[in-house]
């Protein structure tokens, strides 16, 4: 036994699935329709796999009536982006809408858990590895986060660790169906981006989140990272604009 099992025990983190229960899940990928290549490239990513991924026709920031949002109540007036200090431009909101809807889904799935996934998410992971991460994902975990983006962590279990201040990310992410509800219910109207909205959640308690202690998705479209880096972010690059 080595020194983290020593640490670690088994019994230390109540989980979400008992030993001899079946992990099944969905695997939804938000795309955006004029981005055909970041659909095929997530595709080809689980053509070797026993994973069938779900592309969910991801809302356009561009086409979006944000009066009319307003005046339903789903975005509110005072939204707030605190990288620029102004309003939340239209591909915020649409990123925010997009997950707002998958979370929905996972609500209603017949599964414990849902992945969600954004299509600049490049798996370092195989299947395997994969489901051997959601098999310890924590009993009272709303969200279980597979990108880590040099956040602080705090290891908890050998295969999970609890973010220990403000982190940033939804390229892929576990949602429960507790958690799913918790969003659904605790996340209108929009009033900072998707990621502010839930570390705010996070930071005040309403929700709980983790994350895998191995990287196992990084994003690729930060520019930064040359190893990795595939697409421009349709976020990023229309912010600053």
Known sequence: MD??????????VKLLHG????????VMCINLLRRPDKKLFM?????????KVHV??????????????????????DNFCPATGMALI???IGVYLSHYELWKKALLSSNKISLILEDDALLICDQQQLEAFARHIPEDADLFFLNLRKNKTRPISLYASKFTGRFWGLTAYFV???????LVNLTLPIHKSADEAINELS???????YCARKELVVECSNSRDVRNFRFESDIITRTKE
């Open 43 to 51: 595709e080809k990513q689980f053509e070797h796999t026993g994973l």
């Open 90 to 92: 239209p591909v915020q």
């Open 3 to 12: 020194r983290l099992s020593l640490i670690f025990k088994k019994d230390d």
């Open 19 to 26: 030993e001899t229960d079946a992990v099944e899940f969905e």
């Open 56 to 77: 969910f026709p991801a809302i356009d920031g561009l086409t979006i009536d944000i009066p009319q949002l307003i005046k339903d109540g789903i975005l509110a007036e």
């Open 176 to 182: 429960t169906r507790k958690g799913a509800e918790k």
């Open 203 to 209: 930071k005040h308690g309403m929700i709980t989140c």
